[in-house]
């Protein structure tokens, strides 16, 4: 039993399943963030969780406490939502009391409370203002006082950074961690984007039609993918699928791919030993596993190095990422920065074979 | 050059520079056209009101003697006063008084209540959607294409089993559930834009159903209840049909009074008793557009563009 329990849940809109069975099991003081595209199912769970969709069928339970039927106001959670529903008839003052008035605390507790909040916030010179006159930033901050001052035993974040531009986005997630580690409340999060997932959470629960493909820690999911669905989506570049060749040369399990002039390249490949020999696999492998060979990372026990035609050479600042034709396909490898690696012409790599991970094409879940 | 021939002046207008190859600001025929008709228009729509208006403010054999156009020349309110309180409507020599009043009261509870439940028809239908609601909705709106004939009948039927034919609290009613078809296309399609997350999030503060209503929704339906009232208020007292089916004489409205005091004028007409008791009863609907007539525009662009 954990802190928050979804045991078995799911969600049905007539004869239209869009959450099928779901089990998850969040501890006290855990950060959960649910990521995956449009419609994946994670705001319907997370609606769920807060009360503000019925649960078709299986349990949800708060803090030991069964919540199927309990009211949204009643399950002790607090929510911030996209768009901050912040009330525009009300002062930030009004916003962040609304919820305390609605539950009966005094006048003097709530006036405390709101001084505490926006002190955290650094909103106390905005207290008088209404939302109106706030940019996006501040009605963030004041969407988050308001759920603040329940001591809720749940916070529910509803992709709450998703209205804001590029930096403030940053910004604003790094201030989400923080209150976090400050307050150690349990948190679920739901975003779609895989950045916020893998930065703010403890865990992950990577989501596609209505299914939870893998629930992990960010380092799990980013390492050791489930399958091709979570190896594509987590990571930026994403993940190079690679079809492939499993043979045994010299003893040892090696992929086999082929490059683009037609030729293959053999990279030993000891974490596929317990595979079948001649198998076709795809081959996972992250860009920062695929390096020039001073940029590789020399604890490794697998480097192979080898030399390939590049194709396209794409500075972005910290690194330079070069696409090569492998499988049949674009693979891109992440460089350091000012490489003299041109396109059209050939260029050393190193693969890390310890990070790669072998995909079965047909069932696309992951075999090594 | 700047005695420039009127023919000059005309080509200028009309885009082709002038032979002197300069081009200056001069007298600009088509729009004086332009303005002269628009004037002619004006006044020609201002006519009536100034018959209306000049005809209440003198004595009657001004008007008898043919001077229908002319300006007063004794300028009185004899008319006015008469109209108010003194003429002869139906059996009793009251003047408009107590049917302006009548007036009051069915139109300020009719338009206060059809507002409220327009509202909240609007609440529910767009924040607590529910099998069969845009059934429900079309069935409200096909309300606002009823003519009024056709109730006539039912609607009298129905007021005698409530007990309230005859009785202002009788229109009241009649008005009220015209007015709820209207009110809730406003407010429902004016909610439809509003965001639902509001809803929500006054939800897991612990609001409950009207408390979001109130507390959440009323204070953000400004400009579409301005719409709905100015709407509402001027279809209500402007009614004649079921002010003169449904009311007694001690209930009657404003529009029905003012019939009455026309007809029943014994022996010579006083057009000037009439002309003054006409105003009297446009009055109100003009001071509301007047006062809200800005909020009008403005309401119905709102509701318009977001959704």
């Not at chain 1, 199927?68 to 002062?91: C, G, H, W």
């Not at chain 1, 669905?229 to 990571?235: C, E, K």
């Not at chain 2, 503060?205 to 209840?225: E, H, K, Q, V, W």
Request: proline share 5%; net charge neutral.
């Amino acid at each position: 039993m954990g802190f928050l329990d979804i045991d078995n849940v799911t969600k049905s809109y007539g004869a239209v399943k869009v959450l099928n069975e779901t089990e998850i099991s969040v501890e006290e003081g855990e950060f959960l963030v649910l990521v995956g595209p449009s419609g994946c199912g994670k705001s319907t769970l997370l609606n769920m969780i807060a009360g503000l969709e019925d649960v078709t069928s299986g349990d949800i339970s708060i803090n030991g406490r069964r919540v199927n039927d309990v009211k949204p106001a009643e399950r002790n959670i607090a929510m911030v939502f996209q768009s901050y529903a912040l009330y525009p008839n009300m002062t930030v003052r009004g916003n962040i009391s609304f919820g305390m008035e609605m539950h009966g605390v005094p006048k003097a507790e709530r006036e405390e409370k709101i001084a505490k909040v926006a002190d955290l916030l650094q909103i106390t010179n905005l207290l008088d203002r209404k939302p109106g006159q706030l940019s996006g930033g501040q009605r963030q901050r004041v969407a988050m006082g308001r759920a603040l001052t329940r001591d809720p035993d749940v916070f529910l974040f509803d992709e709450p950074l998703s209205n804001l531009d590029a930096k403030l986005r940053v910004d604003m997630r790094t201030e989400i961690k923080k209150l976090h580690q400050k307050l150690g409340t349990t948190i679920v999060y739901v975003t779609h984007d895989q950045i916020e997932a893998l930065t703010l959470s403890t865990r992950i629960a990577v989501m596609f039609g209505g299914n939870v493909q893998q629930l992990g820690t960010p380092q799990e999911i980013y390492d050791n993918p489930a399958n091709m669905f979570v190896a594509g989506f987590m990571g930026s570049p994403a993940m190079n699928l690679l079809p492939a060749r499993l043979e045994r040369v010299n003893g040892a399990m090696c992929a086999v791919l082929k490059v683009g002039d037609g030729s293959t390249i053999t990279v030993p490949f000891p974490r596929a030993e317990d595979l079948t020999e001649g198998a076709d696999i795809v081959l996972g492998i992250r860009p920062e596993a695929m390096t020039d060979p001073e940029g590789a990372d020399r604890d490794s026990n697998a480097l192979t190095e080898t030399e390939l035609p590049i194709d396209v050479v794409e500075p972005a600042g910290s690194d330079t990422y070069v696409t090569v034709a492998l499988g049949g396909k674009d693979a891109i490898g992440r460089f350091r920065a000012h490489n003299p690696a041109k396109a059209g012409q050939p260029a050393r790599f190193t693969f890390d074979m310890a990070k790669a991970v072998a995909f079965d094409p047909e069932t696309e879940t992951r075999l090594a | 050059m700047a005695t420039a021939p009127t023919s000059e002046a005309v080509t200028a207008g009309t885009g082709t520079p002038p032979p002197g190859g300069k081009t200056r600001a001069s007298v600009n025929i088509p729009r004086i056209v332009l303005y002269v008709i628009l004037g002619l228009f004006c006044i020609y729509y201002l006519l009536p009101l100034y018959v209306m208006l000049s005809n209440s403010l003198k004595p009657l054999n001004e008007i008898t003697s043919g001077g229908m156009m002319a300006l007063p020349s004794d300028w009185t309110l004899a008319a006015w006063r008469s109209a108010w309180s003194e003429a002869q409507v139906g059996v009793a020599a009251t003047g408009l008084k107590p049917y302006f009043a009548n007036s009051f009261f069915m139109v300020i509870p009719a338009v206060a209540i059809a507002t409220l439940l327009g509202a909240l028809n609007g609440y529910v239908l767009t924040k607590w959607r529910f099998r069969g609601d845009t059934i429900l909705f079309g069935l409200i709106l096909f309300g606002c294409f009823i003519p009024f004939q056709i109730v006539l009948i039912p609607m009298a039927r129905a007021l005698g089993f409530l007990n309230i034919s005859g009785t202002v609290s009788g229109l009241i009613f009649v008005h009220v559930i015209y007015g709820v078809s209207f009110s809730t296309l406003y407010f429902r399609n004016y909610y439809a834009a509003f965001p639902t997350e509001l809803v929500r999030a006054a939800q897991i503060d612990g609001a409950g159903f009207f408390t979001i209503f109130y507390r959440i929704l009323l204070p953000n339906s400004g400009p579409i209840a301005v719409v709905c009232v100015i709407w509402l208020f001027t279809n209500i007292w402007n009614d004649f049909l079921f002010g003169a089916s449904f009311s007694d004489f001690d209930s009657q409205p404003m529009t029905v009074a003012l019939n009455n005091l026309v007809q029943s004028s014994t022996g010579v007409k006083e057009y000037n008793v009439h002309f003054a008791g006409a105003i009297m009863a446009a009055l109100p609907t003009l001071f509301v557009y007047i006062v809200a007539g800005r909020f009008f525009v403005r309401g119905l662009m709102t509701g318009s563009v977001k959704g």
